[in-house]
């Protein structure tokens, strides 16, 4: 099965090889191969698919032309199936990621290498897009309606079957006519690289080298982006997301006219067009063909997709799609498959109840609302009408109610039940509100008390004052 890639060696370097060792190739069909001898050594492919195979090699020789860290193509079989590469070593940008991270996230030298990473996507989109020719994409020309659909009903039909998630079929299939309507309307006359994540950025000698590009077409800016900043298992957090999206929207300016609101108009659709192909091939890979490595990436996909419907406004309406996406983010079964292990946010407020019960509309929108008007109410005693649950004097005073401390730790034990079983069915997200009378006293008190209480724990809390606006200045 090898030959040819032994000839291909023997035709470029002038020696013999020992035996091809199997490079592992993750979601695809190709063979990769090592080859080495007389110092040298090569990448090679076997693929029977000789249009894609055809497309990688054309692009590679255009992007060494313009001057792109992609691997120089060595030889090629004349039946087109099979050619030799460069190697570029054994560590990618996933790999470096994974020896690096740590409890505090991403050290300093891997958010230099992504930051690299991200200067160099514009030069490949634009600056060598502009000369390429898209005669060799495959299997289409462009990111286009029929692209998208074959991307979606990948989704529906590999991911949303197998994985059991009930949906309406007309219903979710107008919707995705909607969405790719929506998505079709930004500009799409750049290079789409198709596949720019983390295991497809090589590091070599500290330099990022670019690889597995044969699926590229015409097509928008903001896809690529989105596939690196949401690349699921790479688990970027999501402030440094944001850091990289304005760096890139800067970088890409440099190489051409980039209308900030129109392209973040747009960019949280190519998001979750980008988290949708990657789950089914996750369905395909994982539900279908049995690989549990895939299934460790679907609580990943679930929460980023939960940090877009939370954090963006998608202008179109798809009731159907959307339903979609809350049925698979209120999953607990979804949540807990593979090694993931997802931080949870306990999300604690006061209020009052004279202006209204607080609304939770993250996620599966699970928590409690406590009413704390039952207890000992500082706010009607004088010396307490300017004070809040958050000074000394108010808190000494319920501190010494024997009812308040009682009623206290009845509600955190609910509180630190929820916590431990939501944090291993890997939900991201915990509401408890405290309400009373004004949302000054009690209820910021109890709050407060609470977030003191998980953070010895460990979990992350993140505590507001909905009133605090309304209190009176001390």
Known sequence: MSDPLKN???????????????????GSNRKIYRLSGA?????????????????FIEFSKHFRKEM????????????????????LGDTTLFQFLGKRRGP????????????????WLPKIQIAAGRTLDYRWSYPRQGFDKQSMLWDLNYFKYYFLTLGGIPFHEERLEEDFAVFTDHLLGAERDFFLYRDFQSRN????????YFIDYQGGRRGALQYDVASLLYDAKADVPFDLR?????LYIREAGKHATVDRAEFLKFFPGFALIRIMQAMGAYGLRGFHEKKPLFLQSIPYAIRNIEHILLTSNLPVEAPELMGVFKRLVGSSALRQFGAAKLRLTVRIQSFSYKHGMPRDDRGHGGGYVLDCRCLPNPGRLIEFKS?????????????????????????????????????SRNFTDLFVAFGCTAGQHRSVYLAERLANHLRDQGVHVVVTHREKKNWPAQ
């Open 8 to 26: 291909l060696f023997r035709a470029r370097f002038g020696a013999e090889p020992g035996n091809p060792v199997p490079v592992r190739a993750d």
């Open 39 to 55: 110092g040298a050594t090569a990448i090679g492919v076997l693929n029977e698919d000789a249009k894609e195979n055809r497309a």
């Open 68 to 87: 792109l860290p992609v691997p120089e193509i060595y030889g090629e079989s004349p039946s087109g199936t099979a050619y030799l590469e460069e190697d």
């Open 104 to 119: 505090a996230g991403f050290p300093e030298d891997v958010v230099a290498a992504y930051r690299e990473v991200v200067r």
């Open 201 to 208: 950025v090589m590091l070599k000698d500290g330099k990022p």
């Open 242 to 246: 944001d850091e990289l999206l304005a």
């Open 387 to 423: 004070s809040s649950g958050l000074d000394a004097d108010v808190v000494a005073f319920l501190s010494k109610e024997e009812m308040v401390d009682r009623w206290a730790r009845s509600a955190f034990s609910l509180v630190d039940q929820a916590v431990e079983d939501y944090g």
